[in-house]
């Protein structure tokens, strides 16, 4: 069982930054895909963006592309969301999770693992 650990949120104001940390109990976590989605209140889960298990593929969602960046330390076992520019649709509880396939998908489905999740409040 993979045991993942967010970090990282925080209250911010609009065009502010945060960076999320997704930090994993052992050492296979290299191997995973991993997604960060994010939930906000009275909404449905949504994806936010993921790497692949080598960490030479990022995907976005269109919403934060160009904001948002995806990055992996698997000497850490951890995961980054760097979020720029952020504005106060971004406000939402944030999760990462994992493919143990080592691929990355949008759907919650798909992911085996969850973090416990952070909450990010952008102030307008």
């Known amino acids: 069982q993979v045991q993942l650990v967010d970090t990282g949120g925080g209250l911010v104001q609009a065009g502010g930054s945060l960076r999320l940390s997704c930090v994993a109990s052992d050492g296979t976590f290299r191997r995973y895909g991993v997604g960060w989605f994010r939930q906000a209140q009275g909404k449905e889960r949504e994806f936010v963006g993921g790497i692949n298990w080598t960490g030479g593929s990022t995907y976005y969602a269109d919403s934060v592309k160009g904001r948002f960046t995806i990055s992996r330390d698997n000497a850490k076992n951890a995961v980054y969301l760097q979020m720029n520019s952020l504005k106060a649709e971004d406000t939402a509880v944030y999760s990462c999770?994992?493919?143990?396939?080592?691929?990355?998908?949008?759907?919650?489905?798909?992911?085996?693992?969850w973090g416990q999740g952070t909450q990010v409040t952008v102030s307008s």
């Open positions: 999770a994992v493919q143990l396939n080592g691929v990355v998908t949008d759907k919650p489905a798909n992911y085996e693992y």
